[in-house]
Nanobody, 126 residues
Framework: QVRLVESGGGLVQAGGSLRLSCAAS????????MGWFRQAAGKEREFVAS????????DYADSVKGRFTISRDTAKSTVYLQMNSLKPQDTAVYYC???????????????????WGQGTQVTVSS
């Protein structure tokens, strides 16, 4: 049974930092890419960042470039999202997802993700 478990969310002041973790289990993810998405209240889920499990290839939403960094530790089967210079507009529930890497697939396409975690709340106060 595949499980993705997010942790690390919380309340932080604007300009602060948080590091989210996504612990993955239940299968080999060597053919997968991992992504972080977020969903603010009343809005659609939006792409934040993605990383291939077996390479260093990363993708970021324009809104987080230069502030957020995605990384993974394959030995721990964990993906991280380091979030710096947080803004109130970063407030959302953050979800970790896993998708099979297919030629031509876009990391921003949430429908391509087969597995999702339960989410972790990030709240940034002004």
């Amino acid at each position: 049974q595949v499980r993705l478990v997010e942790s690390g969310g919380g309340l932080v002041q604007a300009g602060g930092s948080l590091r989210l973790s996504c612990a993955a289990s239940g299968r080999s993810f060597s053919s997968y890419a991992m992504g972080w998405f977020r969903q603010a209240a009343g809005k659609e889920r939006e792409f934040v960042a993605s990383i291939f499990w077996n390479t260093d290839r990363t993708d970021y939403a324009d809104s987080v470039k230069g502030r957020f960094t995605i990384s993974r530790d394959t030995a721990k089967s964990t993906v991280y999202l380091q979030m710096n210079s947080l803004k109130p507009q970063d407030t959302a529930v953050y979800y970790c997802g896993a998708r099979i890497v297919v030629l031509g697939s876009r990391p921003q396409d949430a429908t391509r993700y087969a597995y999702w975690g339960q989410g972790t709340q990030v709240t940034v106060s002004s």
